[in-house]
């Protein structure tokens, strides 16, 4: 039973370039979540999709940042002209849902904007 | 606004030691709250998830207790082991957001 699986695991992009992370929740898990962490900084959450539905997109800044949970296939973050300011570790989590399920985490992606 | 704090930020403790974690919240309404472990450049590994109704939770050389009135919760290792060395993050889940972390405790345990 894998976990969540997150994809690439490094991303370095130019600046005005795309990045698209890749997430795969737990089988079971309906509910995903990005959280990104910025060096010396905490885990900030960004945005909570279930299938087909953006539940909760608060924490992503509203420019360049989008994100997806297709009916087939993982989750997409997708980042725009990427700036050197959003370099960070990109984490996604997974759930079964709302309330007391607990999370579970991939090992994240590293992106570097060069 | 729920605002999570972890105590301390930084701790450096001699093999064998037993040591307590520290984290906090402002708001007491919460569905659970969970320890987490990350290693450098690694991801989270989920150590320890109290329910609401629960006091605390056991698992291995861990116990993580829960007082939900007072916001707090503590982390407690026993014997602790050069492995454990990581930094450990508490994040707590209210209804309707996501978790909530902390900015995490950096052990470092020296054999």
């Known amino acids: 039973n894998a976990g969540v699986m997150q994809n690439p695991r490094h991303l370095v992009r130019r600046r005005g370039q795309e990045a698209r992370l890749r997430c795969s929740p737990m089988?079971?898990?309906?509910?995903v979540y990005w959280y990104r962490q910025l060096p010396e900084e905490g885990l900030k959450f960004m945005v909570y999709?279930?299938?087909?539905?953006?539940?909760?997109e608060s924490g992503m800044p509203k420019e360049r940042f989008s994100a997806e949970f297709p009916k087939e296939g993982p989750s997409i973050l997708r980042i725009q002209q990427v700036v050197r300011g959003d370099s960070a570790a990109y984490f996604c989590?997974?759930?079964?849902?709302?309330?007391?399920?607990?999370?579970?985490f991939g090992s994240g992606t590293r992106l570097t904007v060069v | 606004k729920q605002e999570v704090t972890q105590i301390p930020a930084a701790l450096s403790v001699p093999e064998g030691e037993n040591l307590v974690l520290n984290c906090s919240f402002t708001?007491?309404?919460?569905?659970?709250l969970q320890w987490f472990r990350q290693d450098p450049g690694k991801g989270l590994t989920s150590l320890l998830l109290?329910?609401?109704?629960?006091r605390e939770q056991t698992s291995g050389r861990l116990n993580a207790s829960l007082d939900k009135s007072s916001g707090r919760s503590t982390l407690y290792i026993a014997a602790s082991q050069p492995g454990d060395s990581a930094t450990y993050l508490c994040?707590?889940?209210?209804?309707?957001?996501?978790?909530?972390f902390g900015k995490g405790t950096t052990l470092s345990v020296s054999s």
């Open positions: 999709l279930q299938k087909e539905n953006i539940i909760d």
């Open positions: 989590a997974s759930s079964r849902g709302e309330g007391a399920y607990g999370y579970t």
């Open positions: 109290i329910q609401s109704s629960q």
């Open positions: 089988k079971g898990h309906s509910h």
């Open positions: 994040a707590v889940d209210q209804a309707g957001t996501a978790l909530i």
């Open positions: 708001d007491s309404a919460i569905y659970n």
